[in-house]
């Protein structure tokens, strides 16, 4: 999926609702609004500004966040893109930071913090639409974004958001591990 809009939330959870996002793209005014005990996970997913876009906003001492091999990209070193409001924020690790850890979460060893993401945005065409050419937008890791290979090799997909499989080495006979966000690279095929 992917979500890019200026309006309001993209995604809006009251009450013990749980959610899973996956190799996804959001680029939303507040991306995720939840409160009253909702639960949210994001695995591979990448959380990308447009404009002062990218905000979590988290209510409630019930509510959860639970992020893993996701990337967090913010505009501005001193905006923050993260409001919780005594909400539970734990990180699985695998995940890459622009500035510093949102939500005031703990960073596990794994993760990277970084003042350059360094990610190009690509319009894709996807196969599969029958009826128009649908394009949509991503933000691909470039060859020097602390990205690649950040993924836990435990919590990495099947494929990315645009059906490239992960795990692609870096060059023959070295190990492989999954990008952190939404994309791998390089993009090989479209699977889905």
């Not at 959001?26 to 990448?46: C, E, K, N, R, W």
């Not at 649908?134 to 059906?163: H, K, Y």
């Amino acid at each position: 999926s992917t979500l890019i809009d200026s309006g309001t939330a993209a995604l809006t959870l009251r009450g013990a609702v749980q959610m899973q996002i996956s190799d996804s793209t959001l680029s939303h005014a507040v991306a995720i609004q939840a409160s009253d005990g909702a639960s949210i996970t994001l695995d591979q997913v990448t959380l990308n500004h447009v404009d002062d876009s990218v905000r979590i906003v988290l209510q409630g001492e019930a509510t959860q966040l639970t992020i893993a091999n996701s990337i967090l990209n913010r505009r501005f070193a001193d905006v923050e893109t993260c409001l919780a409001k005594g909400a539970s924020v734990s990180s699985r690790g695998g995940n890459v930071f622009q500035f510093a850890a949102p939500c005031g979460i703990a960073p596990d060893a794994s993760d990277r913090i970084t003042n350059a993401l360094q990610l190009e945005p690509l319009r894709v065409p996807m196969p599969f639409s029958r009826f128009f050419p649908e394009q949509r937008l991503v933000f691909a890791p470039t060859a020097n974004s602390a990205a690649i290979n950040a993924g836990v090799t435990a919590n990495c997909s099947a494929f990315d958001q645009l059906g490239t499989l992960r795990h692609v080495g870096p060059s023959p006979g070295q190990s492989a591990h999954c990008e952190a966000g939404a994309i791998e690279i390089p993009i090989l095929q479209l699977h889905r």
